[in-house]
Nanobody, 125 residues
Framework: DVQLQASGGGSVQAGGSLRLSCATS????????VGWFRQAPGKEREGVSCIFPSDGYTYTADSVEGRFTISTDNAKNTVYLTMNSLQPEDTGVYFC??????????????????WGNGTLVTVSS
């Protein structure tokens, strides 16, 4: 079974940083697109950043470009999201997900097929 376990959320002040981790299992990591979505209160889930671990190709939403970086440790089947210069509008529940194949941008816009638990990020002003 595909499993994804997110961790690393917390509360920070504006301008702070956090690093989210998502440990995965049950699928061939290098053959899947993995990534992060978020859902703010009262809003729909939106793609933040996604990556194809085999070649490192990434897609990152304009709203976080230059502040958030996605990366993987292929030996550990783990995907990370390093978030810098956090702003109150980054507040939300962050979910990691996966989908088979390499259409990274499409998956990151439309959505992934498998989801893990969410981890809450709260940014105060």
């Amino acid at each position: 079974d595909v499993q994804l376990q997110a961790s690393g959320g917390g509360s920070v002040q504006a301008g702070g940083s956090l690093r989210l981790s998502c440990a995965t299992s049950g699928f061939t990591f290098e053959r899947y697109t993995v990534g992060w979505f978020r859902q703010a209160p009262g809003k729909e889930r939106e793609g933040v950043s996604c990556i194809f671990p085999s070649d490192g190709y990434t897609y990152t939403a304009d709203s976080v470009e230059g502040r958030f970086t996605i990366s993987t440790d292929n030996a550990k089947n783990t995907v990370y999201l390093t978030m810098n210069s956090l702003q109150p509008e980054d507040t939300g529940v962050y979910f990691c997900g996966a989908a088979e194949g390499s259409v990274v941008a499409s998956y990151c816009i439309v959505g992934l097929d498998y989801w893990g638990n969410g981890t809450l990020v709260t940014v105060s002003s």
